[in-house]
């Protein structure tokens, strides 16, 4: 039987993603034994003429060039994954979309700023059909496998909708705010298992907002804390301003 053909691509991004992917050591020698792996920069030269069963990428849309890139990449594949905070919301790119292009070009180029055409960033879906989406800045390595082995036998995958903290509590971490300490876990949508606070570290939201936060019960842990809801607000755009009005 002749396995899916499987490719692997980058947009506006670090390529994090693609290298969390390269890391999974043995994981990924059982992932390569399902799949014909037919491109993936990261780890390979080789790449691909014909039709991708699932195509899994990376970054964000900044410019003309990068849509069309997508647009081909969507025509060529039965599916399409969206894994990375980039992809899926927007990720750090999207906060130029919070100031006027031009303003951003000049900054970033200074002269030559007509030389490098930008367009606000967007996430794929905004621009092309998307069939899963891994969130994470990088993605969560158990939940990339996951995803992929629900695309290859053709399930579904729901993204957990509910927030970081409730995965805290099944770690039994002291909650950050205990500690003095500002964290996006109240509003940021769940299933890397409240990994960056496992470890020490505190929630970015780099997956993205729940659909239906609890603001109240946010609003209660800030009013507590003698926090300011603003903070809080302007934080979370940090990975998730391309999902907010942009300006044109």
């Given at each position: 039987m002749e396995r899916p053909k499987v490719a692997f691509f980058d947009l506006s991004c670090c390529e994090g993603c693609q290298l969390q992917v390269a890391n999974l050591g043995e994981e990924l020698?059982?992932?390569?034994?399902?799949?014909?792996?037919?491109?993936?920069?990261?780890v390979m030269s080789e790449t691909w003429e014909g039709r991708y069963d699932v195509a899994i990428v990376e970054g964000s849309v900044v410019n003309e060039e990068s849509e069309q890139r997508l647009r081909e990449i969507r025509r060529r594949s039965d599916l399409l994954i969206a894994y990375g905070s980039c992809a899926t919301i927007g990720g750090v790119n999207g906060m130029k979309n919070r100031k006027p292009l031009p303003e951003v070009q000049q900054e970033v180029?200074?002269?030559?700023?007509?030389?490098?055409?930008?367009?606000?960033?967007?996430?794929?879906?905004?621009?092309?059909?998307?069939?899963?989406?891994?969130?994470?800045?990088?993605?969560?390595?158990?939940?990339?496998?996951?995803?992929?082995?629900?695309?290859?036998?053709?399930?579904?995958?729901?993204?957990?909708?509910?927030?970081?903290?409730?995965?805290?509590?099944?770690n039994e971490n002291v909650c950050l705010y205990d500690k003095g300490v500002t964290c996006l876990?109240?509003?940021?949508r769940a299933g890397c298992n409240a990994w960056c606070v496992n470890n020490g570290n505190v929630c970015y939201g780099c997956r993205g907002l729940v659909s239906n936060p609890n603001r109240a019960g946010a609003e209660e842990v800030l009013r507590e804390h003698g926090l300011d809801a603003g903070l809080i607000a302007n934080k979370m755009l940090m990975y998730n301003a391309a999902m907010e009005p942009c300006d044109e």
């Open positions: 020698l059982d992932v390569l034994g399902l799949i014909d792996l037919v491109e993936f920069r990261e180029y200074g002269e030559r700023a007509d030389w490098f055409p930008t367009d606000r960033t967007r996430p794929l879906h905004q621009l092309v059909k998307v069939d899963y989406f891994i969130h994470g800045c990088p993605i969560h390595p158990q939940e990339f496998i996951k995803v992929l082995k629900s695309a290859l036998a053709g399930l579904p995958y729901q993204v957990p909708d509910y927030a970081v903290c409730v995965e805290c509590k099944f876990g109240p509003v940021t």
